[in-house]
C-alpha cells in the first residue's frame, strides 16, 4: 500500500525520501513536517552536530496547492554538515556497522560504511512520518511517545491518563513524564560523558484513537504487531521490541495477562485493561497502541573499546568521532515516525487509498457498523 525509501548519507549533501502510496487530497506543509524535524533534533545527551543541523525539509514533489496529487511524494532534507574528502577510518567501532561494513563489502575505509548506517538517516524517516501523522490526524489518530528509562534509571510515576502524556513528554528536555526520575537520568548522562561513555535505554510510543480492526491474523507478514515491531526494530541501535507490557506478561499467568471483554449499550464492547498493547491476533483493539523500543547504549565512545585496525591487524581501540552520550528521546520521536508509518499503511490497507474523501466515506461507514454491533 504505502511505502517509502531513503537516500542520502550522514555528510552527503543531503538525505532524500519518496513516500509512495499517499492518498490524493492529504492536506501537507513543509511547516507541519518541519515542527516534527525540531523534534527529532532536541534532547538532552545530543552531540554538536544537532547544533549544526537545522534540519529544514523542503518538499519536492506529489503535492500541488498544498495538497497531494496521488503521485509519489519526494523530500529532501539539505545536510549543512557536508563533508566531501574525509581521511579513512580503519579503526572499526565495536557496535557499530563499520567492521561488518568493510567485511561485507570489501572496502578498506569504514566511512564507506558509517555514512549509510549513521543514525543521521532517521531525520528523513521523521519527515517520512510526519506525512503519515498528517493522514493518521484526519482520522482523530494522535501518535506520541516518552522515554521510560535511560541507563538503568526507570520512570516510577506515569499520568493515569493516556492522554496526558503527550504534553507532559514534550516539556521535558528528556521526554520523560516523571520529573524525579528525569533529574535521575540527567545525572546518568552526565556521569556517562565524564567517563567517556554513552547510555541506551527505552523509549514508548502510543497511538491514541486508533480504530478496531487494523491489521490482519490471517497471514504472518499482515499482523500489525509484527509490522510494529519489525519497523521499531530496524531503528538504529533498537534491539528490543515489545508491544504493551509484553515481556511482563510472560511472567503474569493468564488470568491476569488478558483484557476481559464488557459491553454496554451505548458504549460497546469495551475493556478496562489494556495488556495487549492495543492488540489481538495481529488485530487493533481499539485501545491504545502501545509499543516499546530498547535502544543499546551507542557505539561511538569517548573512551574506546578494543578493537583491530583493518589495514596493519595491530590491535588498537576504536575510533573516537563525534557522537552523542544519549539519544534515547531522539529515538522516540523516530519510533513515533515508524509507528505513524506502519498505522499509515494499514488504515489505508483497510480503508482504501486513492483519494482522502472515498477513505473518509468508508471510516465512517466502518466506525457506523462496529457502533451497532
Ligand atoms: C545523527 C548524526 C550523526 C551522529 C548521530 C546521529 O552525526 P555525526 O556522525 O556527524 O556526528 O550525531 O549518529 C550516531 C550516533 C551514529 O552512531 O551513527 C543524527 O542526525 O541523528
Not at 37 to 45: A, E, K, P, V
Not at 266 to 275: A, K, L, Q, S, V
Request: proline share 4%; aromatic share 4%.
Amino acid at each position: 500500500m504505502l511505502r517509502f525509501l531513503t537516500a542520502g548519507e550522514s555528510h552527503g549533501k543531503a538525505l532524500t525520501a519518496v513516500v509512495e502510496g499517499l492518498p490524493a487530497g492529504l492536506g501537507v506543509s513543509e511547516d507541519a513536517i518541519n515542527a516534527q524535524m525540531i523534534r527529532r533534533q532536541l534532547g538532552y545527551g545530543r552531540s554538536v552536530r544537532m547544533k549544526l543541523e537545522a534540519d529544514h525539509v523542503e518538499i519536492v514533489s506529489g503535492a500541488m496547492g498544498g495538497q497531494t496529487i496521488g503521485g509519489p511524494v519526494a523530500l529532501r532534507i539539505e545536510n549543512r554538515d557536508a563533508r566531501a574528502d574525509e581521511p579513512p577510518l580503519t579503526r572499526p567501532r565495536p557496535g557499530h556497522a563499520d567492521l561488518v561494513g568493510i567485511m561485507k563489502f570489501g572496502f578498506d575505509d569504514a566511512r564507506r560504511a558509517l555514512e549509510r548506517a549513521s543514525a543521521r538517516e532517521t531525520a528523513a524517516r521523521v519527515a517520512v512520518g510526519a506525512l503519515c501523522r498528517t493522514l493518521l490526524n484526519e482520522f482523530g489518530i494522535q501518535v506520541c511517545s516518552h522515554v521510560v528509562e535511560i541507563g538503568g534509571v526507570a520512570i516510577r510515576t506515569r499520568p493515569e491518563r493516556w492522554d496526558d502524556i503527550p504534553s507532559l513528554a514534550e516539556a521535558s528536555e528528556l521526554r520523560c513524564v516523571d520529573a524525579g526520575a528525569e533529574g535521575e537520568m540527567r545525572a546518568a548522562i552526565d556521569d556517562a560523558r565524564q567517563r567517556g561513555d554513552t547510555l541506551g535505554g527505552v523509549f514508548e510510543v502510543i497511538a491514541l484513537g486508533v480504530p478496531p480492526g487494523l491489521g490482519s491474523y490471517v497471514h504472518w507478514d499482515r499482523k500489525l504487531d509484527g509490522r510494529l515491531a519489525q519497523a521499531v526494530m530496524s531503528i538504529h541501535a533498537v534491539k528490543g521490541v515489545e508491544v504493551g507490557p509484553g515481556f511482563e506478561m510472560a511472567r503474569t499467568p493468564g488470568s491476569r495477562a488478558h483484557d476481559e471483554i464488557f459491553w454496554t449499550r451505548g458504549r460497546g464492547f469495551f475493556r478496562e485493561t489494556n495488556r495487549a498493547g492495543g492488540t489481538e491476533g495481529g488485530v487493533t483493539t481499539g485501545a491504545p497502541v502501545v509499543v516499546r523500543g530498547a535502544m543499546k547504549p551507542l557505539s561511538t565512545l569517548m573512551s574506546p573499546l578494543r578493537s583491530v585496525d583493518i589495514k596493519t591487524k595491530e590491535a588498537i581501540t576504536g575510533a573516537v568521532v563525534r557522537s552523542d552520550v544519549c539519544a534515547v528521546p531522539a529515538a522516540g520521536v523516530v519510533g513515533e515516525s515508524m509507528v505513524c508509518f506502519v498505522l499509515a499503511d494499514a488504515l489505508l490497507e483497510k480503508f482504501g487509498s486513492d483519494s482522502l474523501a472515498d477513505i473518509k466515506l468508508a471510516y465512517e461507514a466502518y466506525l457506523r457498523r462496529i457502533k451497532e454491533m
